[in-house]
């Protein structure tokens, strides 16, 4: 350690840890809710709180990033990048370029003026922890990445220049985004109605509407009465909709402006963004999921949403950091086609869908048989007449039950494997109502098997077989007991005896 040479990053780098500190808190809005709530009430008889507030919090984060860039450095070595960060709890982390999983190359607005950027990288060692180096040169940038993903065998670390790189790997496979494919996009993303769904409860405490937009409403517009008053409410609901809408697709424009693939042997990257530009790279070896997401807008526009994943989900953890994936936020039939050969994922007609037992529905159906008697007698006290109360909890409780078995229906699992050269083995299951979703796990890479039985399962004579993969769990549930073992036993004898290479 005492013959690394330790860099300090730039002082711009400040701005990266600032508005690190300000995503964190945006990340994590939802559980500050009850305390912005209460602020804002508070705030009505002292108007200084809030305001007090906002400025002791933008004081502690400015400090917080000149202290957090003051004591971050970092060193290279032929086999390792090593970090050293934090003020009074000390943090010292090498990253082998051998275990790394993923790394990304991003070019921030603020840092784009001084040719710097920042490395995202997400390694197997570091408790799935992702790390950022800001503040790199671009040439630093790609020879590091360059080595992190590198293929060892034949082509040691130290070599692995993006020249070479480029000899050994001619692209085999290179694809384009129109700027129409991005505003589809736009519209299949979910953020910003996530995001209205948190902040509802506090915007409805400022009372925004009775105080000032009703009263205006009301002096302004002389044809509203109260016979009326539902084309106000009809008109704002398909006014704010509508700029969701319009909000996602320009999120969507910046975002992924001139979305790029391209596939070089087993590596694949995408690069995107009109503000900051983004590189997101990974090799084939690495991969440990692939899940397509079909919501309801897509499957009207015909689109999906690939997403590849290397590393375990994250927990939440101190930072508030986000795993950086690999996405193709939509992508047509006629592309999916193409790309899930290069992913080696088998055709669709190869798969045998499997589903699940009858008895998956019987804990659903026996617990909406207990809820709908307590939900009808409430119902019939509450509601004006008795009888539209039991009526109302007749049909919701027929809705939940065409719910409970239109998502067994709709689940599905299978064991395939592909036809390409060479050949993948892939455990899949498929699940959804309104949404269709998709997760391919290469079986070779699940990392434990386990046959769970609880009490009503050992009296049933079933069993659930639960698949652990560096991506997460999947459960193929009630199973006859004899059939879970058998399998447990012949894919731990198999996946054994695979001396692939899965990391």
């Known amino acids: 350690m005492s013959e690394l040479t330790w860099q300090r990053t730039p002082l711009i780098t400040i701005a990266f840890f600032l508005f690190r500190q300000l995503k964190q808190f945006v990340t994590n809005i939802s559980n500050l809710i009850p305390v912005l709530a209460a602020v804002f009430v508070a705030g009505k008889n002292a108007v200084w709180l809030p305001f007090a507030l906002a400025g002791g919090y933008l004081v502690f984060t400015i400090i917080n990033a000149v202290l957090q860039q003051r004591f971050f450095l970092y060193a290279i070595a032929e086999d390792a990048v090593h970090i050293r960060s934090g003020l009074f709890n000390r943090q010292h982390l090498t990253l082998k370029y051998e275990r790394i999983q993923q790394a990304e190359i991003h070019e921030a607005w603020y840092f784009r003026p001084f040719k710097l950027t920042i490395l995202s990288v997400d390694s197997a060692g570091s408790a799935g922890k992702e790390v950022m180096i800001p503040g790199l040169t671009m040439p630093l940038a790609q020879e590091l990445r360059q080595r992190m993903l590198a293929v060892h065998e034949g082509v040691p670390a130290s070599s692995a220049t993006p020249t070479d790189a480029e000899q050994h790997q001619p692209t085999t496979f290179e694809q384009r985004f129109p700027v129409s494919e991005i505003v589809r996009a736009g519209i299949i993303d979910n953020k910003l109605f996530v995001l209205l769904a948190v902040l509802i409860y506090p915007m409805s405490q400022l009372d925004l509407l009775e105080d000032y937009v009703v009263p205006w409403v009301q002096a302004n517009v002389s044809w509203l009465s109260e016979g009326n008053a539902w084309l106000l409410v009809s008109g ?268």
């Open 236 to 503: 704002a609901v398909i006014a704010g909709l509508a700029l969701l809408f319009l909000l996602a697709i320009v999120v969507s424009l910046i975002t992924y402006h001139d979305l790029h693939l391209t596939i070089q042997g087993e590596r694949f990257q995408a690069k995107s963004g009109a503000l900051s530009i983004r590189t997101l790279s990974f090799r084939y070896p690495k991969l440990q999921a692939v899940y397509v997401r079909r919501n309801l807008r897509a499957r009207l526009l015909q689109r999906s949403v690939v997403r590849v994943s290397q590393l375990q989900p994250r927990q939440a953890q101190a930072g508030g950091q986000s795993g950086q994936q690999f996405i193709l936020p939509v992508v047509d039939a006629r592309f999916f086609a193409r790309f899930r050969q290069e992913l080696r994922l088998p055709d669709q007609e190869l798969v045998n869908w499997q589903r699940l037992s009858n008895l998956a529905l019987l804990g659903p159906s026996m617990w909406l048989a207990v809820l709908a008697p307590v939900a009808a007698g409430v119902l019939f006290f509450a509601a004006e007449s008795g009888v539209i109360g039991l009526l109302l909890s007749a049909l919701g409780w027929l809705l939940l039950q065409i719910l409970v078995v239109l998502r067994w229906r709709n689940y599905g699992y299978s064991f395939v494997s592909s036809t390409t050269q060479p050949a993948e083995q892939w455990f899949v299951v498929r699940r959804g109502v309104f949404s269709r979703n998709e997760n391919w796990y290469p079986r070779h890479k699940v990392q434990q098997i386990d046959v769970e039985q609880g009490p009503w399962l050992r009296l049933l004579g079933f069993a659930h077989l639960v698949l652990h993969t560096a991506a997460g769990s999947e459960s193929i549930e009630f199973l006859p007991y004899a059939e879970a073992v058998k399998l447990q036993q012949e894919w731990t004898q198999e996946i054994a005896q695979n001396h692939r290479r899965w990391m």
